[in-house]
């Protein structure tokens, strides 16, 4: 092609620094491991903490002035109440694409039937004759979930969030989802129809930070000099994924409320060996880091050789999909890169010290290999399992922890939703059995009026 002086040349997308860590020839502790494997900069949560802190005080302290503001500044929208209309919900599924409807459908089916399945039972355990203990699951009163916008439009968070809950059995659900400035200050309309296709009527245009904190303390009510909009309850638990702020104001209001777990920026790790598909792989860590700018993708492999054919199908598929400029500066963050390891076992250290929210498992014995790690969000085995599978239609829960928290807590379940009330039942004669037992312990902790609490039972007259 022949340039003429007004003609311009594309620019060329800069190489990507998808860079290697190699802990080959080391034989590491597992603190030297998680220092060693990529993750984002240390104090981006302590920068995000303080400006939470704010939003929750601002939240608490005036009400639905605060998120007014906070709509305003954040997602450009002048609001006065958040409540989302019921006629809005209902326009917006009238209006889904069928397609759309029907894989929303499918994803439904199966991920009641994975929800119903794991649910806990009752149990009854006989200590003796006359001595019985349960352990009873008990659904909590409310919850409120939580729906990401911002990038992307998420309406299989509303499913993640909305059947486990169902299938707990709780009664009051509510949720949230940031208000779209092009869709006159309410949620995206498909985060809209998901809600009313699962029956959710109580629906707030509410984003971040300022969503969580509403959750957790309520809204008290506003009169009609003020706007006239019906107060917020507090509810029992929040769930639900979202950026730095949102896991930052779940953990914050953790001991307000249960949450399920600080589901942040999402993340892939890549377990693999010389058996692996480069252009599998390097599709899968893209996948990941289309969500986000701060997209954590990691390959953790003892081949030099996949590393290399990875790094440039990486090239390759970047700079053919649509959000490339998003993928190169996930891919190229200081949270992403390769992990270079002596062997498959050292592999699966470097897995553990991650503790990755996905786990993609691509070796020989692929399922031998994922019945050994301890720590992950949730792990995909063998080259037809991707992440994908799981964000939509596997039937697994995509609300997953992140940032290393995998290594002590669980993606969103059933029973994020339920509390396991003990129940002590035993007659007197089952106390009488083990009265002196009580009495003995009692006295060791010098708590004496515990074993007279027992003994009063059994005095004359009693």
């Not at 200050?185 to 109580?202: F, K, M, R, S, V």
């Not at 920026?265 to 599998?280: K, N, R, V």
Request: hydrophobic share 45%; glycine share 8%; net charge negative.
């Amino acid at each position: 092609m022949t340039l003429t002086p007004d003609s311009t040349v594309p620019p060329v997308p800069a190489a990507l620094n998808f860079r290697t860590v190699d802990v080959r020839g080391r034989h590491l502790s597992l603190a030297e491991l998680r220092a060693a494997v990529p993750r984002a900069q240390a104090g981006t949560m302590a920068d995000a903490e303080g400006k939470v802190q704010d939003i929750i005080s601002a939240v608490r302290s005036r009400g639905f002035a605060a998120l007014s503001e906070l709509a305003l500044a954040f997602d450009g929208v002048e609001q006065t109440n958040p409540r989302v209309p019921a006629e809005a919900l209902h326009a917006a599924l009238a209006d889904l694409d069928p397609a759309v409807r029907a894989a929303l459908e499918e994803s439904i089916r199966r991920a009641r039937r994975f929800a119903d399945g794991h649910r806990p039972a009752n149990v009854d355990v006989e200590m003796g004759d006359g001595a019985v203990v349960s352990q009873n699951w008990v659904p909590v009163a409310r919850v409120g979930l939580y729906v990401p916008g911002g990038l992307a439009v998420y309406p299989s968070s509303v499913v993640m969030n909305v059947v486990p809950a169902l299938a707990a059995g709780v009664e009051s659900i509510a949720l949230a989802s940031p208000p779209q400035k092009d869709f006159d200050g309410l949620p995206h309309p498909t985060i809209l129809a998901a809600a009313c296709l699962l029956g959710i009527d109580e629906v707030y245009a509410i984003g971040g930070a300022q969503a969580i904190a509403a959750f957790a303390y309520g809204i008290p009510a506003r009169g009609a000099d003020l706007g006239d909009a019906a107060g917020i309850d507090p509810v029992d638990v929040v769930t639900g994924p979202g950026n730095i702020f949102v896991a930052t104001a779940k953990r914050l209001v953790k001991g307000v409320v249960g949450i399920d777990s600080e589901a942040g920026t999402t993340e892939i790790a890549i377990l693999a060996d010389a058996t692996a598909q480069p252009a599998f792989v390097a599709a899968d860590l893209i996948s990941q880091a289309e969500h986000d700018p701060k997209a954590a993708s990691v390959l953790i492999t003892d081949s030099e050789t996949l590393a290399a054919a990875v790094r440039i199908e990486l090239d390759r598929q970047a700079a053919a999909t649509k959000h490339s400029a998003r993928v190169r500066e996930a891919l190229s963050g200081p949270q992403s890169g390769v992990v270079l390891v002596n062997d498959i076992d050292q592999g699966i250290a470097a897995c553990d010290a991650y503790a990755a929210e996905h786990l993609e498992i691509m070796t020989a014995d692929a399922p031998r290999v994922a019945a050994r790690i301890r720590n992950a969000g949730a792990i995909f085995v063998g080259d037809y399992s991707p992440v994908s599978l799981g964000d939509y239609c596997a039937g697994s829960n995509h609300v997953l922890p992140t940032s290393g928290t995998a290594a002590f807590s669980s993606g969103l379940n059933v029973t994020t939703f339920l509390r396991a009330i003990q129940v002590v039942n035993y007659t007197r004669s089952a106390l009488e059995q083990v009265s002196g037992h009580i009495v003995s312990l009692s006295g060791a902790e010098d708590l004496p009026a515990h074993g007279d609490a027992v003994t009063a039972r059994f005095a004359a007259g009693a």
